[in-house]
């Protein structure tokens, strides 16, 4: 079985800084990644997903993320932060094995005026 | 319906009693997840249906919880005799199953508050 590792609980970032919020699996064959931010109050909502081809993948909201296989690490990034950005983000993995969706422990993402 | 619907969205209850969680996945979403959020923490896989396949229950923490759903419709979890640790957030997601890549869409979560 894959598990997700979110080092970080909790970050947080001044307005207008960049952040990266980091996510480790266990395992890289054939994985399909996810990012899901949970805004306070609201569900999960997709952020963004790796599937196949490039491994730079941009999602909404001005964040991207990187595939990468040798270090099995697909961390989430953002150039400039905004107070709307505080969340929960969750990190997911799942494989073309199987249909079970693999969840982080979840980074608590505040940002500060 | 447009979303994953949950209800109800808030339920307290008492120690000892039964609850019964409703989750109305996107109709022609034929994969179902329930997952369960304890505060400050990350989802916990509960059950997995697909289709009319046996369910996955590798998830449930005890005999206690049980789930059910019909066909490709709507699903209910059922725990009984609720403990204080069995508060929660209780979400259901959904896909629809024709593809292990796909995205899962989530509802907003039942808040079950054992006392």
């Known amino acids: 079985a894959q598990s997700v590792t979110q080092l970080d609980s909790q970050v947080p970032v001044f307005e207008e800084a960049p952040v990266e919020l980091r996510c480790n699996y266990s395992?890289?064959?054939?994985?399909?990644l996810f990012w899901y931010v949970q805004y306070p109050n609201q569900g999960l909502q997709l952020l963004l997903k790796y599937l196949s081809g490039s491994t730079l993948v941009k999602g909404i909201n001005g964040f991207e993320a990187e595939f990468n296989k040798s270090q099995t690490s697909f961390h989430l990034r953002k150039p400039s932060v905004h107070i709307s950005d505080t969340a929960e983000y969750f990190c997911a993995v799942t494989q073309n094995t199987g249909n079970q969706f693999y969840f982080g422990t979840g980074t608590s993402l505040t940002v500060i005026p | 319906g447009a979303g994953v619907s949950q209800s109800p969205s808030n339920k307290v209850t008492e120690k000892g009693k039964d609850v019964e969680l409703r989750c109305d996945p996107i109709?022609?979403?034929?994969?179902l997840y329930w997952y369960r959020q304890r505060l400050g923490q990350g989802l916990e896989f509960l059950i997995y249906?697909?289709?009319?396949?046996?369910?996955?229950k590798s998830g449930l923490p005890s005999d206690r919880f049980s789930a059910e759903r019909t066909g490709e419709s709507v699903s209910t979890l059922t725990i009984q005799r609720t403990q204080q640790e069995d508060s929660a957030v209780y979400l259901c997601a959904s896909r629809t199953g024709q593809a292990t890549n796909e995205k899962l869409f989530f509802g907003s979560g039942t808040q079950l508050s054992v006392l």
């Open positions: 109709s022609g979403h034929t994969a």
């Open positions: 249906f697909q289709g009319n396949s046996a369910p996955d």
């Open positions: 395992s890289s064959v054939s994985v399909y």
